[in-house]
């Protein structure tokens, strides 16, 4: 069975950086061709691919967030982190992490606010 | 970046109703290696998406036969037959032919 679990700060302030990890189980990013992404939801809004992570270590990221995004990995521990630094307003939002493979498996999404 | 135009925003069914939902791409989705990265996905209030089909018209796994996805190229539609309480929600298309990847914007299946 496959399940993904995202965690974060819950609420961070302007320019901080927001660290997420997605804990993962029922599969493995050392298996050849797995791999895990990031997508965020503004409330009432819709969906925002951010970042992907491949077993083999390849990145591709979201290129409308300027260099502000980092992803990785851990694979020992069956976990994938995205961190956005200076964040905003604009960056409150759902953050989901699913399996890429057709992104058949999500997560349930932590809400990240930014506020002073 | 691909934009992909999704129709209508909003979708007024009749329970055991039929409809259909159109997504197209601003350039071909088909890849390099033959495939074409079209999905949809169903949100459902309050929960993350769920995927009904992937590659155009690919069912996933447990996902009832009322739900067929078809199109090539840049023109794709998802149909569904016999609608259901349990159908209602936002729908969404994704394409992962090109990076980045990018969502339609979203079409709510509501009861008329």
């Known amino acids: 069975q496959v399940t993904l679990k995202e965690s974060g700060p819950g609420i961070l302030q302007p320019s901080q950086t927001l660290s997420l990890t997605c804990t993962f189980s029922?599969?493995?990013?050392?298996?050849?061709?797995?791999?895990v992404g990031w997508i965020r939801q503004p409330s009432g809004k819709g969906l925002e691919w951010l970042a992907n992570?491949?077993?083999?270590?390849?990145?591709y990221y979201n290129p409308s967030l300027k260099n502000r995004l980092t992803i990785s990995k851990d694979t020992s521990n069956n976990q994938a982190f995205l961190k956005i630094t200076n964040v905003d307003t604009a960056d409150t939002a759902t953050y989901y992490c699913?399996?890429?493979?057709?992104?058949?498996?999500w997560g349930q999404g932590v809400m990240v606010t930014v506020s002073s | 970046d691909v934009l992909m135009t999704q129709t209508p925003v909003s979708l007024p069914v009749s329970l055991g109703g039929q409809v259909s939902i159109s997504c197209r791409s601003s350039?071909?989705?088909?890849?390099?290696?033959?495939?074409?990265?079209l999905h949809w996905y169903l949100q459902k209030p309050g929960q993350s998406p769920q995927l009904l089909i992937y590659?155009?018209?690919n069912r996933f796994s447990g996902v009832p036969d009322r739900f067929s996805g078809s199109g090539s190229g840049t023109d794709f539609t998802l149909k569904i037959s016999r609608v259901e309480p349990e159908d209602l929600g936002v729908y969404y298309c994704?394409?992962?032919?090109?990076?980045?990847?990018?969502f339609g914007s979203g079409t709510k299946l509501e009861i008329k």
């Open positions: 590659r155009v018209s």
């Open positions: 992570i491949w077993w083999d270590d390849d990145k």
């Open positions: 029922g599969f493995s990013l050392s298996t050849y061709g797995m791999g």
């Open positions: 994704l394409q992962s032919t090109h990076f980045p990847l990018t």
């Open positions: 699913a399996r890429i493979d057709y992104y058949r498996y």
């Open positions: 350039q071909s989705l088909v890849h390099s290696d033959g495939n074409t990265y």
